[in-house]
């Protein structure tokens, strides 16, 4: 890497930081020292990737997707995240956050869910590891993600609704920073992206880089001109981005379009919204004329989200990533699209990014571009068929 | 302007907490979101808290993601912004307030909307307002530096926080920076009325009185007269919010209620 980033005060250029209630700062910084000695450790790396192996099933493999490659005329691979246990890339963020837990003595974590993906796999990790565990999701969320909401209680979780805001997930991360403020004591708060006040956005990337580094080795002397991830928080796109960053591979990251990029009803934070600072950190995020933080909409309960991980915003400033919308008609019609000509059912928040591959099909013709597929798509089954898809 | 209200501002702030220091007293502010119960009788509410004790007042201007508080003032803040609140509305309502009332009047609100206003254009248009002094709830020391300074600039106050978990070495360093006062979170947790009342905080508060002359207030969690009496042997004031907030919401239009709950809390801080 040619820079080193965060800064000691966790600052991403401008973005980044640490805008916490003075309650959480101790645990904040007692958080940041704990991470860089245990990322330094042979012992804890060693079991991070041991879980990851044997326990998530890692490396996930590369697919080329010949039917969908030869309709588009482009070489399409899939890094296959929706293989992971549990069936997103959510679980390499939690592993890890679950032994940064144990090692900090805190016998309880709470989290935050939106698709209920991040709930699914905190709650497995607690379950793995023998750790209490509290999942925060919105009410509307709740609904649109059944099938999450009973994994999880079977799994041995506790989930919290939350009815303020729009019932989505800036409410649920609001709600779990809240119960953090009375509990970070015995408790840690085990985020699901790269959001959040520093350190969190550092150790999310780094339990998620494992991706760009796997598809490195995977692909061996070769390597794809693209590379596109859908961005809610971000935490996918950044474990595929980051180790690719100075490579000179074209990076893309897909935002929820929603309704489309003229209405207000989308999720598009890098695209449309202004620098702010949104749950502890500076980013680029949806907000009026006031800083008032505006709802977001999109179809998928992922990307449904105001506000966006500070390195992207970094990345934007920087010109190193290249960040696109798709709405929700489009990652509709990707998401049954994938299912019919490959027999994969795609989250539809990774819809998002090969609905952008479909229609850009033209300017990749002839390229290699890897779709980074964040997860699968039973968890939405139940939603499309409603919408009559 | 100043000279018509010579109380107002940071200075009218700094007598208050003098001169409660003189008498042996705490100083008791109570907090109400603006906005409520209406965008026009909001003042009135503030100038009947002041006839019924009120030393100095914090004014929260509504936040749409308010992380610090609980399900009162969240409640709060979202009817207060349907009914239409914004910032400039805010820094009107404190204008008002100062002047009808002649008490220090703090302004409490979140990072992102001094951002959006600007911090330099935020600070200056508040303390053109009359505000003594600003409160902003997710703002740790690390980042406070251009916010102190703009208030500095200003002639108005900065608050800096301690709280349960705030390690001694911490205090020292937040308290050695020279705030204009320390807002010292009472419990652990987010604004709300609490049932019993903790003293989780009361070491780091003799440890701050011991190393410097910074006024400290005591707020969260503080709701009864009993929890407020506490709060007053330690604090140089004392901060209500959710229980206050809460009558307002509950019986909007019973002046009395509010009168009657602002006298017993300023009578337990009063001592
Ligand atoms: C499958 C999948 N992909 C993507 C996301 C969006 O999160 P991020 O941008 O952090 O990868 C989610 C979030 O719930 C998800 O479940």
Redesign the interface.
């Known amino acids: 890497m040619t820079v080193s980033l965060p800064d000691r ?1 966790g600052r991403y250029g401008e973005f980044g ?11 904040l910084l007692e958080l940041e020292s704990v991470f860089e000695e245990a990322w330094g450790d042979e012992a804890f790396v060693g079991e991070y990737h041991r879980i990851l192996a044997d326990f998530v099933g890692r490396p996930t493999p590369i697919y080329e997707a010949s039917n969908l490659s030869k309709e588009l005329g482009v070489r399409l691979l899939l890094k296959r995240e929706d293989l992971n246990h549990t069936g997103a890339h959510k679980i390499n963020n939690t592993i890890g956050h679950g032994l940064l837990a144990k090692r900090m003595g805190k016998p309880r974590i709470i989290a935050e869910t939106g698709a209920g993906q991040h709930g699914v796999a905190s709650a497995t990790a607690a379950a793995l590891l023998g750790l209490e565990c509290e999942v925060f999701m919105g009410v509307k969320d709740i609904e649109r993600q059944a099938l999450n909401v009973y994994r999880m209680e079977l799994l041995g979780t506790r989930v919290v609704p939350v009815s ?2 729009a019932g989505t997930l ?1 409410d649920a991360v ?1 709600e779990a ?2 119960s953090w ?5 015995t408790t840690h708060y085990m985020i699901g992206s790269v959001v959040g006040p520093h350190p969190f956005p550092l150790i999310v990337r780094e339990f998620q880089k494992v991706i760009g580094e796997e598809l490195l080795s995977q692909m061996g002397e070769e390597r794809p001109d693209v590379v596109v991830a859908c961005v809610g928080g971000g935490s996918n796109a950044m474990g595929v981005f980051y180790p690719l960053i100075d490579s000179g591979i074209e990076l893309i990251g897909v935002e929820a379009g929603g309704l489309g990029t003229e209405t207000l009803a989308h999720g598009a934070s890098l695209s449309l919204g202004r ?6 950190s500076m980013t680029y ?1 949806l ?1 009026d ?6 709802e977001a909409h999109s179809i998928s309960a992922g990307l449904d989200y105001p506000g966006v991980g500070p390195e992207h915003a970094y990345f934007k400033d920087k010109g190193l990533v290249r960040y696109e919308t798709a709405t929700d008609a489009e990652a509709l019609d990707a998401f049954a699209w994938l299912s019919r000509k490959e027999g994969i059912i795609p989250a539809l928040e990774s819809a998002h990014a090969l609905a952008w591959i479909r229609r850009e099909a033209a300017s990749l013709a002839g390229k290699t571009v890897v779709l980074n597929l964040s997860g699968r798509g039973d968890k939405d089954v139940q939603q499309v068929a409603a919408l009559g898809v | 302007m100043f000279s018509r209200w010579p109380h107002l501002g940071f200075n009218g702030l700094k007598e208050a907490f003098a001169s409660a220091r003189a008498e042996g007293r705490a100083v008791f502010m109570p907090f109400l979101t603006a906005g409520l119960p209406s965008i026009e009788t909001s003042v009135d509410r503030f100038v009947a808290m002041a006839a019924a004790g009120a030393d100095a007042f914090e004014v929260g201007i509504p936040y749409a993601d308010p992380l610090m508080d609980g399900p009162t003032i969240q409640k709060a803040s979202e009817l207060a912004r349907e009914r239409g609140m914004t910032m400039s509305l805010g820094i009107d309502l404190v204008r008002s307030v100062a002047s009808e009332t002649d008490k220090p009047v703090i302004v409490m609100t979140y990072v992102n909307p001094v951002l959006s206003m600007g911090i330099d254009h935020f600070m200056g248009s508040v303390a053109t307002a009359g505000a003594a002094g600003v409160i902003i709830a997710d703002l740790p020391f690390e980042e406070s530096a251009p916010f102190s300074a703009a208030a500095a600039g200003h002639d108005i106050g900065l608050a800096l926080f301690v709280a349960p978990t705030t390690p001694e070495q911490r205090v020292r360093e937040i308290a050695a920076s020279n705030p204009a006062f320390i807002y010292g979170v009472a419990e652990m947790g987010v604004t709300g009325e609490r049932a019993d009342a903790g003293h989780h905080i009361d070491a780091l508060i003799r440890l701050v009185r011991s190393i410097s002359q910074v006024p400290i207030v005591l707020g969260v969690g503080i709701s009864t007269p009993d929890q407020a009496a506490e709060a007053a042997k330690l604090a140089d004031g004392v901060i209500v919010g959710s229980a206050i907030v809460r009558i307002v919401l509950e019986q909007p239009d019973d002046l009395e209620a509010l009168t009657t709950t602002v006298s017993s809390l300023a009578a337990a801080v009063h001592g």
Do not use: C
Not at chain 1, 17 to 27: D, Q, V, Y
Not at chain 1, 181 to 185: C, Y
Not at chain 1, 275 to 280: A, I, K, R
């Open positions: 005060r930081g640490r805008f916490a209630p003075e309650t959480l700062m101790p645990a303020s805001g800036k609001s920073m809240r403020v009375s509990t970070v004591n620098p702010g600072v949104l749950h502890g995020m907000q004329e006031e800083g008032q933080v505006r």
